[in-house]
């Protein structure tokens, strides 16, 4: 697909993303609203965190990439660096100054599955290394993504994520697992890495075959029925509740895979206005190109606003209140971490192993 194309729409949605993922985090830690007290955060929740691990998939296929040893080998070291360092560093600035007794509350965040909230870049990174190793083995078999063989594969990989994922949700199967296993799966957050596998490699297959997607999205009954579904499963993930425990997740993840194509949608067929020529493309691609600096930076900023959660606790939910209550608080937050990571982007070394790479050379006066 085109560069240029990829980088304006693709920049802009993650922007977007973000900040749904700010939001989520000032209703819950700076309001102290719950999923059952917030109106708006039950439904965002749904497509959040699987359209940022589908962006992420999407960017990680490179057509042109030759997977040998050594490619592997240099991209598993960048990832890490990446992925670790960083998301390392930030959970332990946070511990020391956001927490008392650091190191008993830095220690209960490492067993934990989400980290202290630092999960995601942990999660990302195994993410990488699976599809990576995935995409050697398969090179060295002879299978590409383009024959039948890797068609079937994919297929595969993507069909096995989405098991897993299911099997991780049902009581029954969760009980039979052994008390060590399961609690090495938290330690190592394999468990969040289940849950989201799955977008990853959806977003790589949609890359691989965009120009087939991309027809899909065009005809006229696709996103009909895909509203439709979006409907159903949100509908019944929230409100309805019409199956039974250990299948109420069928519907959640319909509405998850459904909402995410929508955003998509949505973001591809306005392109145009999410260019950097206009303000809030403009605006979006700039947080979409600096997620990782606010996601590490933003818990720093959080402020503490009970009061707000009390009042919509004590008065009828309204979405619109409780979207832009969260939504104005989050991009306040969210500028606060932009002037920071820009402050400390004046380090090339800084900026180099606190948020994975240097920002390029300006040109001297």
């Known amino acids: 697909m085109n560069n240029k194309e990829r980088l304006q729409w693709l920049d802009a949605m993650r922007g977007f993303t973000m900040i749904l993922v700010v939001m989520y985090h000032v209703a819950h830690v700076s ?3 719950t999923d059952k007290l917030s109106s708006c955060q039950p439904f ?4 959040r965190m699987p359209l940022f691990f589908f962006v992420s998939g999407f960017l990680a296929y490179k057509a042109g990439m030759q997977w040998t040893g050594k490619t592997l080998g240099m991209l598993t070291l960048k990832k890490m660096k990446v992925q670790i360092i960083p998301a390392a560093i930030f959970l332990c600035v946070f511990t020391a100054l956001c927490r008392k007794n650091f190191l008993d509350t830095l220690w209960a965040s490492l067993q934990g599955p989400t980290k202290g909230g630092y999960w995601f870049t942990w999660v990302l990174l195994h993410m990488f290394l699976i599809y990576y190793v995935c995409c050697y083995v398969a090179r060295r078999l002879g299978v590409t993504g383009q024959d039948w063989k890797g068609r079937a594969l994919l297929a595969l990989s993507l069909l096995t994520a989405i098991t897993l994922y299911a099997l991780s949700y049902m009581p029954p199967v969760m009980k039979q697992l052994d008390p060590t296993f399961k609690s ?8 969040q890495t289940v849950h989201y596998m799955q977008y990853f490699l959806l977003g790589n ?33 929230l409100v309805w509740h019409n199956l039974k425990f ?7 993840t319909v509405a998850s895979y459904t909402l995410l194509m929508i955003v998509v949608m949505f973001f591809r067929h306005y392109k145009d206005a999410f ?40 008065h009828r939910h ?9 939504f104005l608080m989050a991009l306040v937050v969210i500028a606060f971490c932009l002037l920071t990571s820009n402050i400390i982007r004046v380090n090339p070394i800084l900026s180099e192993w606190l948020f994975g790479k240097k920002d390029p050379p300006r040109p001297s006066l």
């Open 44 to 47: 965002l929740v749904l497509f």
């Open 184 to 191: 090495f799966l938290d330690w190592s957050s394999l468990i």
């Open 275 to 314: 260019t950097r020529e206009h303000r809030i493309g403009s605006a979006l691609q700039y947080i979409g190109t600096r997620t990782l600096d606010i996601y590490l930076l933003h818990f720093l900023f959080l402020p503490t606003l009970p009061m707000v959660g009390q009042w919509f606790n004590h």
């Open 205 to 237: 297959i949609v890359h691989r075959y965009w120009q087939q997607t991309q027809r899909l999205m065009d005809t006229q009954w696709f996103f009909v029925l895909v509203l439709a579904l979006a409907f159903v499963g949100t509908g019944d993930s």
């Open 318 to 326: 309204n979405f619109v209140l409780d979207f832009t209550s969260s």
């Open 31 to 33: 309001f102290g609203m």
């Open 246 to 252: 250990m299948w109420r997740n069928l519907p959640l």
